[in-house]
């Protein structure tokens, strides 16, 4: 089990003074994310994953009075969002509920994964009335809110649709990245769309049976031209981007262009077609993040990585500190 005196419940000032733990061919250096470039060489290829964090957490009541909680996930047509919605087993299609600021919905249908389908009956200005009243979601794990919403955005966001931030990107400054612009290595951009279920723990021990859920992801043309004639390592920038760039390979170190679904879970044994190394986040146990480094680090370098890190006082999770693995003979 993780201490929680390890998860880190807020972000540090600037974003890049965040430590790092690299992590090449099972040999450790303790750095700082500031110090990133020192770690890569002319040639390298940085994907980052530029989506958004678009999901909004509204709080209202039912007629009877009763407290109710929803997360937009997404609209999927005329004022009308997928959610997940808190007591769900309580609001049965029909159900009423008056959000903050007087904007009100109706449950329209109960999902097949749970969620509900919510109607909202404001027309105008909908989507400024959302933001005005709704609160950017943030990990079960993390208690207290972000002061400033946008610490939960990377600096490169772009393209709306996630619940979830991609928590490896956090760590860059504007500045940062030009430095690594300026040490020749090649900045390159995928989108994937996080899901809440990013969250959700692996309970089977058959990892057969996990079910994986399926999330959007696009590359554009142009970062498969980059990865196709990269020079140097190709470093994915959090689990997110090595899902999309796996999901997209059609050979060693070639993707395909275009948009997909992936649903890849990847575990120890895999072999990696694309990434040759990653910057990721430290992870909770018996989650599929943790499998993914596992699979690129081996498992007793992770562990031994892992109990280094908690000895001397790493911040784990989204708003904790940075690990840039470099596989195994890579």
Avoid at 35 to 53: A, Q, W, Y
Avoid at 76 to 99: C, D, I, M, N, S
Avoid at 207 to 222: C, D, T, V, W
């Amino acid at each position: 089990m993780l201490p929680e005196s390890a998860i880190a419940q807020t972000p540090l000032e600037p974003r890049d003074a965040s430590r790092l733990l690299v992590m090449d061919n099972g040999e450790l250096t303790h750095s700082h994310f500031s110090r990133l470039p020192d770690f890569l060489e002319p040639g390298d290829v940085l994907v980052l994953n530029n989506t958004r964090v678009s999901a909004l957490r509204v709080i209202g009541e039912k007629a009877t009075g009763g407290k109710v909680e929803a997360l937009l996930l997404r609209e999927v047509g005329h004022g009308e969002y997928e959610a997940l919605v808190k007591p769900g087993r309580r609001l049965p299609q029909g159900t009423r509920v008056v959000f903050d600021g007087g904007v009100a919905a109706t449950i329209k249908a109960t999902l097949d994964d749970g969620g509900k389908l919510l109607q909202f009956e404001e027309e105008r200005d909908l989507r400024e009335r959302l933001a005005e009243i709704g609160k950017t979601p943030l990990p079960p794990y993390i208690r207290s809110e972000v002061p400033v919403p946008d610490r939960y955005q990377t600096v490169y966001c772009e393209h709306d649709g996630s619940s979830a931030a991609p928590a490896a990107g956090l760590h860059f400054t504007a500045a940062l990245l030009e430095s690594v612009r300026k040490a020749r290595v090649n900045v390159a951009y995928i989108t994937l769309d996080v899901g809440i279920d990013t969250f959700r723990p692996i309970k089977n021990n058959d990892l057969a049976l996990h079910k994986m859920h399926g999330e959007s992801y696009l590359i554009p043309p142009e970062t498969a031209r980059v990865i196709r004639n990269a020079k140097g390592r190709i470093i994915a920038v959090g689990t997110t981007s090595v899902r999309a760039l796996e999901s997209a390979a059609v050979g060693d170190r070639v993707v395909q262009a275009g948009s997909g679904c992936s649903s890849l879970f990847i575990t120890p044994g895999y072999r990696f077609k694309v990434i040759d190394a990653m910057l990721t986040n430290f992870h909770l146990p018996k989650t599929t993040m943790m499998l993914m480094v596992s699979a690129l680090s081996g498992r007793d370098n992770l562990v031994r990585a892992y109990e280094e890190a908690l000895l001397v006082g790493y911040r784990f999770l989204s708003f904790g500190d940075s690990m840039l693995v470099i596989g195994e003979n890579k």
